[in-house]
């Protein structure tokens, strides 16, 4: 058996977007298309575009012509492996730069990204990359990735589309035609620096035009941009306590960032992402050198500059152990000298004695 009509995918195209045109194109919805293959539609809440199970593929193949890897190719996985790592073998925990997909308790974070001129192309898909959290516009109409619908406020969902709205630029929950949504250009240094980010990932060696790095090496790029996505989002949000690093770092803004229960950089929205990746691009203009004589000369010791990451770089590590030791030794707890017990004399016996006698009645 297989598929009525068989869906080409694009080289950049999203396995959920892929598998959405599918169903359309076989005159179905994606749930009922799922719940056909995979006996069950629930497999869509996944997050099928970041890695998609070895055992959905393969029930795929039954139905479809394309090889097991161009199916696989249509999720991030193959980027992940590339600079990825994490001891965790749980590969939906595994990448820090891929926008979560879902809920954080009551909390939406984040999801698909889409920009309404590219759903005006003729056959319009949803690109992965825009599923990458430095990905804030789009290279070729240079628009800010939009997330949910400007007339209901629904999240971008192509997946929860139903047969009678066979579009994927329809609003799931409204009908609104998305190819009509209004977004700001991106910011030229965002755009220059999220493309220099992007053509590091997908080639085999990060291109020479980031000046930071100590390692010409994609692992050490990413992480040490994670790195300093934290540590920025850090003193740009205590100005006075950092006022001078600022700066010195030439990264002084008045964007008043959005308050989220996990400020990791992935779960931030695209505007708080916009302004922090234009302050990080700046940092990454300087060379190692030039990082650690401004940490220095701010006092910026190692501990205070570990406290905003976990993970570490080649990088991060050359700056370690360049920086001051400059943190104030705790003083020693003062000691409280007590009075040593003496026994009263007996002199000192008979005239407090002789002082109460008048108090003892019959005496």
């Not at 249509?74 to 994490?86: N, W």
């Not at 290279?139 to 209901?152: A, F, Q, S």
Request: aromatic share 12%.
């Amino acid at each position: 058996m297989s598929f009525q009509i068989e869906v080409l995918p694009y080289e950049d195209e999203s396995f959920i977007s892929w598998f959405t045109r599918t169903a359309f194109e076989n005159g179905t919805d994606p749930k009922s298309f799922a719940l056909s293959i995979w006996k069950q539609d629930s497999i869509l809440y996944r997050d099928l575009d970041r890695y998609t199970p070895e055992d959905l593929i393969n029930k795929l193949l039954k139905y479809s012509s394309l090889e097991y890897q161009e199916l696989k190719n249509l999720t991030l996985e193959f980027l992940i492996d590339k600079v990825d790592t994490s001891p965790t073998n749980n590969i939906y925990k595994k990448w820090y730069l891929i926008t979560p997909f879902g809920q954080k308790g009551k909390i939406r974070t984040n999801g698909i990204h889409f920009c309404p001129d590219c759903l005006k192309s003729k056959t319009p898909y949803i690109n992965k990359y825009w599923r990458l959290s430095f990905y804030i516009g789009c290279p070729i109409h240079r628009n800010v990735l939009l997330l949910k619908c400007p007339k209901c406020n629904r999240v971008f969902s192509p997946e929860k589309l139903n047969y009678l709205q066979p579009h994927i630029y329809i609003c799931s929950k409204c009908g609104f035609d998305l190819r009509d949504s209004s977004t700001n250009k991106v910011k030229e240094e965002v755009q220059t620096f999220q493309n220099s980010l992007t053509l590091s990932l997908v080639r085999d060696k990060v291109i020479t035009d980031i000046s930071l790095i100590t390692k010409n090496d994609k692992k050490d790029l990413f992480l040490t941009l994670n790195i300093f996505l934290a540590f920025i989002y850090k003193i740009v949000r205590q100005p006075i306590r950092f006022k001078s690093l600022i700066d010195d770092l030439d990264i002084s803004t008045n964007y008043i960032f959005n308050k989220v229960n996990n400020g990791t950089f992935s779960r931030l929205d695209i505007k708080d992402r916009e302004e922090l990746l234009f302050l990080v691009s700046k940092v990454f203009n300087l060379n190692v050198t030039e990082i650690i004589k401004i940490l220095n000369k701010n006092s910026i010791s190692k501990k205070i500059f570990k406290q905003t990451f976990k993970t570490i770089s080649p990088t991060a590590t050359y700056i370690l152990t360049k920086l001051n030791n400059n943190e104030k030794k705790s003083k020693s707890p003062t000691r409280i000298l007590k009075r040593k017990k003496r026994p009263k004399s007996k002199e000192e016996v008979n005239k407090l004695f002789e002082d109460i006698l008048p108090y003892i009645p019959g005496y």
